[in-house]
Nanobody
Framework: VQLQASGGGLVQSGGSLRLSCTASGTAIRLNDMGWYRQASGKQRELVAFIISGENINYADSVKGRFTISKDDAKNTVFLQMNSLKPDDTGVYFC???????????WGQGTQVTVSS
């Protein structure tokens, strides 16, 4: 399974970005997909995740501002990020869990930079 993320960039505080991540190399539907991020000098942290295709978890810091969604037919997960803050700056990684092996797969990361 390969994950290809896109959509990062530079935006001013209060702006919006939309991240996309598409899985390839498998015909199996990936029901557990989501996003993590890692700021410089900090540990990677959960941002938002869809479990079993319907249960959604958000980090407290992004609730009400970020929305995660999936296109099951395309094994693609999206992250709509609104009202961005400088603290949202970091590398955003797409993650997927294989439904049978439970192996983790990671995308290459996409940089999000929010200027104040």
């Amino acid at each position: 399974v390969q994950l290809q993320a896109s959509g990062g960039g530079l935006v001013q505080s209060g702006g919006s970005l939309r991240l996309s991540c598409t899985a390839s190399g498998t015909a199996i539907r990936l029901n557990d997909m989501g996003w993590y991020r890692q700021a410089s000098g900090k540990q990677r942290e959960l941002v938002a995740f869809i479990i079993s295709g319907e249960n959604i978890n958000y980090a407290d810091s992004v609730k009400g501002r970020f929305t995660i969604s999936k296109d099951d037919a395309k094994n693609t997960v999206f992250l709509q990020m609104n009202s961005l803050k400088p603290d949202d700056t970091g590398v955003y990684f797409c993650n997927a869990v294989h439904p049978i092996t439970r192996r983790d797969f990671w995308g290459q990361g996409t940089q999000v930079t929010v200027s104040s």
